[in-house]
């Protein structure tokens, strides 16, 4: 059991218990987001803090100019400094009594965070760009990458540097380098404002939203709460989540794990009786059972396994589970289907006769191992896989109504629950001074698309309220094309979530979106055209944060009428006027009173299309690009694809509004067209 320890106080740094299930936070006498190469934010005053001894004095000179702060009884201090200027390098010097720290190469500039999940994640390594990899020499753009990690309270600094981007420098690090969609975004503003970007990769694969919003935030959505009070009582138990989980199981199971009980070797096993694995319990004679079913088999391994270091993986199983082997717990997993695979020690495998036994509990529908015969099987280094499906023996258990209730389902690895990313990932970069945040995510919400219309507004609330900053700029990746073609209209969960994503965009102020339905891959979640992501990102950011005047979207729906047999769609955010791609208008879908759909033909006129589709002889909606993979065809003259919409949306901010007048629909458009090219840059960094 972790304890509490008092704050233990080491000239420099300060080490504390964190409440990450005994993780050991080092506190610097100067946070590292001021590190080397930093890049420190512009035209406003940055708070700049750190960690010493309650109490002390704290002075910071930047620019000529000394700042001081006072220590509180956590030993964090906090002084403001600037406003700095954009292209100007500083050096940096911090003292107290008791010790002096210099930092140097810090460029005034702006500072913007890459968040989300897989695809924010994607180094530019990755992507098959071999030659932007060679070409990422950008001493102006500077790199900070937020190692993973979760935790149960917020945490208050970071394990990570500032590296100036070189070849050497983006390729490092995550999955294949720095995140390729942050790095082709931050190149763009380099290119196009000619000032200095700080780019903060902090982003984690396959994971939700909620995770990455504060505890306090959450709570005022209400959508959360149990998952939130399940968080707090482990906070209070002190206990990790396994561990509360362990205790459960010994004190629910003890023949499990007493000395001759059926989890050990020539231990008593009575009751059971053959069952074949991999298979969902609800299939058997056990039917609808909600509660424990325990499994056990023996296995004979040769002399060359004695005493080797291995890989037990059993494949998902539904919900929890403990694991032994020879008596020896070695796993136990809370989190619902997910793949268990445990580590053996060293030292516990013996020739012979080894016992495998898993206790599992179901609270709810299917229970069992429900995964593949292959993904049952146990392995080490230089050796065949020893396979595990097919026989074993099974015995179905106690109810769960007839059982002392299982704690908490708090994961202690796993980071899709509520505020644990935040705590890991954000706290630790909070109060930084930033000038926005982009965001790549949504996949791990697909299906909750009306608890993301409210959760990702309250997220940038959050992160505008931690970052003191209520004017951080936001821009949203709307999820790419993906699955297989549908071949006729049909709803889509998918396109559900970029409707939630694109009313984000549109209702919250200072916020964007950045629509890459063209740019998908229908068979890998993960595109690896992150160049126009990062590019349209750029451009919602050019446009909403920084005034520019340039084309930034794709035609988006501003009006709909009907006339007999035929409705006619107004677009705003035209450009240089509507085309359809290869071809023949595609992507459109028109519904009739009775609820039919039918895909639609038509053609453009001016900011309009005019579309019919056969059997709707008094079309009520339209769709375009509805689906989980459309192949929609409309875009603007400046190459940037409309975005999907329905005009029977819940949502009254997207709905369709009047028509435009011909004198509006005449107005010149925006200028400075996204071209993609090489600006001068009026600066050389040394």
Request: proline letters at 7%; one cysteine or more.
């Amino acid at each position: 059991m972790m304890r509490r320890t008092q704050t233990l106080w080491l000239g420099m740094l300060l080490v504390a218990m964190s409440a990450a299930w005994g993780q050991v936070e080092v506190k610097p006498f100067l946070s590292p987001l001021f590190d080397d190469h930093a890049v420190l934010q512009r035209d406003r005053t940055i708070p700049v803090w750190g960690w010493t001894t309650p109490g002390e004095q704290v002075s910071v000179t930047i620019d000529g100019k000394t700042t001081t702060a006072k220590a509180g009884d956590d030993g964090r201090w906090e002084a403001g400094v600037g406003p700095l200027r954009a292209w100007q390098f500083y050096e940096m010097t911090v003292s107290s009594p008791s010790q002096t720290v210099v930092r140097r190469d810090l460029l005034g500039g702006d500072v913007w965070i890459c968040s989300g999940q897989s695809n924010m994640e994607m180094g530019l390594n990755a992507i098959s760009a071999p030659g932007d990899v060679s070409d990422a020499n950008q001493p102006a753009l500077r790199l900070f990458m937020v190692p993973n990690r979760i935790s149960t309270s917020p945490l208050s600094t970071v394990d990570a540097t500032w590296n100036v981007c070189r070849p050497e420098t983006v390729k490092a690090g995550g999955w294949g380098g720095f995140s390729a969609v942050g790095y082709y975004f931050g190149r763009e503003l380099l290119r196009r404002l000619d000032v200095p970007i700080g780019l903060i990769d902090t982003n984690w694969g396959g994971t939700i939203a909620q995770a990455w919003t504060s505890e306090a935030s959450l709570r005022k959505m209400g959508d959360f709460d149990q998952q939130l009070d399940a968080l707090a009582a482990q906070r209070a138990s002190g206990q990790t989540g396994e561990q509360a989980m362990i205790a459960w199981w010994r004190e629910t199971v003890p023949t499990l794990f007493a000395a001759n009980g059926w989890g050990a070797v020539g231990g008593t096993a009575t009751g059971f009786s053959p069952v074949t694995l991999p298979g969902d319990w609800t299939a058997t004679a056990w039917g609808a059972h909600d509660g424990l079913a325990y499994y056990r088999r023996e296995v004979t391994l040769p002399a060359d396994w004695a005493g080797q270091a291995a890989t037990l993986s059993l494949g998902p199983i539904d919900d929890r589970d403990v694991t032994l082997i020879n008596g020896q717990v070695v796993g136990s997993g809370m989190v619902s289907n997910a793949n268990r695979n445990y580590t053996v020690p060293a030292g516990l495998l013996r020739a012979g006769t080894n016992v495998i036994a898993i206790a599992a509990l179901d609270t709810g529908g299917a229970g069992g191992l429900t995964g593949q015969p292959a993904q049952l099987q146990l392995t080490r280094p230089g050796a065949a896989a020893i396979p595990l499906a097919g026989a074993w023996q099974g015995q179905q258990g106690a109810a769960l109504n007839a059982m002392a209730a299982p704690p908490p389902a708090v994961p202690d690895n796993n980071p899709n629950f509520p505020t644990l990313l935040y705590n890991g990932m954000i706290s630790p970069l909070v109060p930084l001074g930033v000038t926005g945040a982009i965001w790549y995510q949504g996949e791990s919400n697909v299906g909750n698309a009306e608890q993301y219309s409210r959760l990702l507004p309250t997220l940038i609330g959050d992160w505008r309220q931690q970052f003191r900053n209520k004017n951080l700029g936001f821009y949203i990746v709307q999820l790419a094309n993906f699955l297989e073609a549908k071949p006729e209209p049909s709803e889509s969960a998918w396109a559900e979530l970029r409707e939630a994503q694109d009313l984000t965009g549109e209702t919250v102020a200072r916020a964007g979106l950045a629509n890459t339905i063209d740019i998908g891959n229908p068979t890998d979640i993960h595109p690896i055209n992150k160049l126009d992501v990062g590019r349209r990102l750029a451009y919602a950011a050019l446009a909403r944060t920084y005034g520019r005047k340039l084309v930034y979207s794709g035609p988006r729906l501003r009006s709909a009428t009907y006339d007999g047999n035929t409705a006619r769609v107004g677009f705003e955010h035209v450009g240089g006027g509507l085309m359809a791609r290869d071809g023949e208008l595609r992507g459109f879908a028109l519904r009739d009173a009775a609820g039919q759909w039918a895909w639609a033909t038509g053609y453009i006129e001016g900011n309009q299309v005019v579309l019919t589709a056969p059997g709707i002889s008094e079309p009520v909606a339209v769709r375009y690009d509805w689906a989980d993979n459309p192949n929609g065809n409309l875009y603007n003259a400046e190459g940037l694809p409309a975005v999907p919409f329905r005009t029977d949306t819940p949502y009254k901010a997207l709905q369709p509004r009047a028509p435009r007048t011909s004198a509006a629909a005449a107005a010149p458009v925006e200028a400075e067209a996204p071209t993609p090219g090489q600006w001068p840059m009026s600066h050389t960094v040394r």
